[in-house]
C-alpha cells in the first residue's frame, strides 16, 4: 500500500485561490455570486501543478468558484446552495479517455451482438449468442458482431468459424469483429461479398484459407480485408446514431468519464452530436478525430489532400465547449497480430519470416502531414510496432524540416514497443505526445506474448520509459475500448498484469498519481483544453468525480473494482450511484 503524497494546501495557498477572481476567459462573474454547489468535507485532488489536495470545492454556472478548507469555501454559501457531505470521499477531475472509439461504443451496446465484456467465453456462447439474434431478426438482415477484446477471453482460444455461423445463421450474412483487426463472416456474407477461395488477399490484409481445399475459412485479418464485406452493412439512420451515443453517454458518465476523444470519428457523426448538444442532452465532451483512409490519399497533391480536408470541415473553427474536432488519424501499421515489425514474429501464422504491416506508404503519409501542418490540423498516429515508430518518426523528421512541430501536439497512439535511444531523443525534439491503453496488457496480453514473443509481448505499454524521457503532460492514458472502464486501466497501469496474472515488466510499473495525472490534466492538454478543465482549479469548468474508494491507498488490487457515486459535468450532476 502506499501513502498519499499530495499535499495539503497551506493557508497561503488557499488564500490565493479563494481571492482569484478571474475565470480563464476573463470573466468575474463567477465570484459575485452564491455557489450552487459546495462539495465539503473530502479529500479532493485537485492535480494541479503542486498536486494539492483540499476538502471543499464551489461551484457556480458551471464552473469553480472556489477550491481550499470546508470553513473558507463554506463562505460561499448562500441560501439556494446544495451542499455535498462527501464523508471523506476521494474527489478527482473527470477522467479523460484520450483514446476511445466512443460512437461506435454506442453502436456496439445498442445495435450489435456483444462480447466484449470482459467475462470469459467459449466457442458455444458465441454461437448461441448468434442463434438467438438470428432468431429476432429477418432472413437476410446482417447482424454484426463486436468480438471478444482478445482470444485471451475464449477458452479455445479462437472464433467461431464460417461453417459454425452457418450451422447458427444459415439466412443472415455475419461479420464478427474483434479489435477492429481480426474478422470473421459466414457463407451468406461472402457470397454477398464476391470474395472466392480464389480472390488474392488485398494489399495489407489477409484472407486464411483452409491447407487442405483452398477453401475460406471466414476468418481474415486487418480492415483491407473486410471491405468488400463492410460496404454490403446497410448505413445507419441518424436516428440510431443519436440513439447510440445517448447511450454511450450514459455509460461514460457512470464510468466517471467526462471528455473522450473519439479516435474513429467520420465527418457525418459529427451532426449526430451537434444534434444532441442542440438539444442540451450531451453528459459527456465529445473530441473527434477524423479517420483518414489510405487509399483515399495515396499519390495525392498538396491541393488535392487540402480540398479533401475542407470537405471534412478541417480545421475545426467551432468554440463549442461539448463538440469540437481536433484533427485526423493516420493508421500507420496493425495491431496485436500485425503491427509493422523490425523483427520477425515468434509465430509464423501468416508465412515464414512474418513482420506485420504498414497501410501507408511514407511519402503520401509526408505529404498529408505536411498539409496538416501548414494549416494547423492535429495529427494522430496509431503506431503499434518498432518498425511503424521508426517509419512514423523518420516522417515527422522530415515535416518538420520545412513545419516546425513542436507545440503542436502531434500525438503517437499506442507507442506500444521500447523506444531506442534515438526513438526518445526524436520524440523529445518534435514535441510529442505519447497516447497509452495499457489495459489492453491485461485484456490482449497473452496474445501479445504468444505472438511478438515473451519479451517483446511484456513490453507492451512502455510507459515508464516514455514518462521518464518525456515527463508530465505529454503521456496520456485511454482505454481503445479494451475495456472502456477507467479503472480497469486505472489498475492496469499499477500492475501490469495479463489475464493469467502474469507481471509483464515490472519496471515499467507506474505511480498512482502518474496514472491520475495521464487521465486527466494530460488528456486535456492533449487537446488543447487544459485551460478550461482537466484539474480542479478556480475557474474551470466543474468536471469532476467523487469515488466510491481511495484511489490512492487501496490495496492495489481493488483499484479495479473502484466506482463513481457521482459524477459531476459542467457543474450538473449527470450520474448518481
Not at 455535498?84 to 470521499?89: A, Q, S, V
Not at 464476391?194 to 484472407?207: A, F, H, Q, S, W
Amino acid at each position: 500500500m502506499i501513502q498519499r503524497t499530495l499535499p495539503i494546501l497551506t493557508f497561503a495557498v488557499l488564500a490565493t485561490m479563494v481571492a482569484c477572481d478571474k475565470a480563464p476567459d476573463g470573466t468575474d462573474a463567477i465570484q459575485a455570486q452564491a455557489a450552487d454547489y459546495i462539495l465539503r468535507n473530502g479529500s479532493i485532488a485537485t492535480v494541479n501543478n503542486t498536486l494539492d489536495t483540499v476538502t471543499a470545492v464551489a461551484i457556480v454556472n458551471g464552473r469553480i468558484q472556489a477550491v481550499g478548507n470546508d470553513e473558507q469555501v463554506s463562505e460561499r454559501a448562500g441560501p439556494e446552495t446544495k451542499i455535498i457531505d462527501l464523508d471523506g470521499k476521494v474527489v478527482i477531475p473527470g477522467i479523460v479517455d484520450s483514446h476511445i472509439h466512443a460512437l461506435g461504443y454506442g453502436l456496439h451496446i445498442s445495435q450489435h451482438v456483444m462480447f466484449s465484456t470482459g467475462e470469459q467465453l467459449t466457442v458455444q456462447d458465441m454461437l448461441d449468442g448468434i442463434e438467438a439474434r438470428a432468431k429476432q431478426v429477418e432472413a437476410g438482415q446482417w447482424i454484426y458482431v463486436r468480438g471478444p477484446y482478445s482470444l485471451d477471453f475464449v477458452d479455445e482460444r479462437r472464433l467461431p468459424n464460417r461453417k459454425e455461423l452457418d450451422v447458427v445463421a444459415p439466412l443472415n450474412p455475419v461479420f464478427i469483429n474483434m479489435q477492429g483487426h481480426v474478422g470473421v463472416v459466414n457463407s451468406a456474407a461472402i457470397d454477398l461479398s464476391g470474395v472466392t477461395k480464389d480472390t488474392p488477399d488485398p494489399e495489407n490484409g489477409i484472407y486464411v484459407h483452409d491447407p487442405e481445399t483452398g477453401e475460406l475459412e471466414g476468418t481474415m485479418y486487418e480492415f483491407p480485408a473486410f471491405t468488400p464485406f463492410l460496404r454490403h452493412l446497410p448505413p445507419y439512420s441518424f436516428d440510431v446514431r443519436v440513439n447510440a451515443a445517448r447511450e454511450a453517454d450514459k455509460v461514460f458518465s457512470r464510468l466517471g468519464i467526462t471528455t473522450v476523444v473519439n479516435l474513429w470519428a467520420e465527418p457525418e457523426n459529427l451532426a449526430v452530436l451537434q444534434h444532441l448538444e442542440g438539444l442540451n442532452e450531451l453528459t459527456v465532451r465529445w473530441s473527434m478525430v477524423y479517420r483518414l483512409a489510405p487509399e483515399v490519399f495515396k499519390g495525392r497533391s498538396a491541393s488535392e489532400i487540402e480540398d479533401l480536408f475542407k470537405e471534412y470541415g478541417l480545421p475545426d473553427e467551432s468554440d463549442s465547449n461539448w463538440v469540437t474536432v481536433n484533427g485526423v488519424k493516420i493508421i500507420y501499421d496493425g495491431f496485436a497480430e500485425a503491427a509493422y515489425m523490425n523483427d520477425e514474429y515468434l509465430e509464423d501464422r501468416f508465412g515464414e519470416g512474418w513482420k506485420g504491416v504498414a497501410f501507408w506508404d511514407k511519402e503520401s503519409m509526408q505529404a498529408v502531414m505536411e498539409v496538416c501542418a501548414a494549416n494547423d490540423i492535429q495529427v494522430f498516429v496509431h503506431v503499434a510496432g518498432d518498425r511503424a515508430l521508426d517509419d512514423v518518426l523518420e516522417t515527422m523528421g522530415a515535416v518538420n524540416d520545412k513545419y516546425k512541430l513542436a507545440g503542436r501536439r502531434w500525438t503517437l497512439e499506442h507507442a506500444s514497443t521500447e523506444p531506442t535511444e534515438d526513438n526518445l531523443r526524436q520524440v523529445k525534439e518534435l514535441e510529442l505526445l505519447v497516447s497509452t491503453q495499457q489495459a489492453m496488457g491485461w485484456s490482449i496480453g497473452k496474445t501479445f506474448k504468444e505472438t511478438w514473443g515473451e519479451e517483446r509481448g511484456s513490453t507492451f505499454a512502455p510507459n515508464r520509459s516514455w514518462l521518464d524521457a518525456l515527463g508530465h503532460p505529454y503521456v496520456k492514458a485511454g482505454s481503445d475500448n479494451r475495456p472502456i472502464d477507467p479503472f480497469i486501466g486505472f489498475w492496469s497501469f499499477v500492475v501490469r498484469e495479463d489475464v493469467d496474472g502474469r507481471i509483464g515488466r515490472p519496471d515499467q510499473i507506474l505511480a498512482r498519481e502518474d496514472v491520475l495525472r495521464m487521465y486527466t490534466a494530460n488528456g486535456t492538454y492533449g487537446i488543447f483544453t487544459e485551460d478550461k478543465w482537466g484539474t480542479i482549479e478556480v475557474g474551470k469548468f466543474a468536471d469532476m468525480v467523487i469515488l466510491s474508494d481511495d484511489i490512492f491507498n487501496v490495496p492495489a488490487a481493488q483499484i479495479r473494482s473502484i466506482q463513481p457515486v457521482m459524477t459531476i459535468v459542467n457543474g450538473e450532476i449527470v450520474y448518481r450511484h
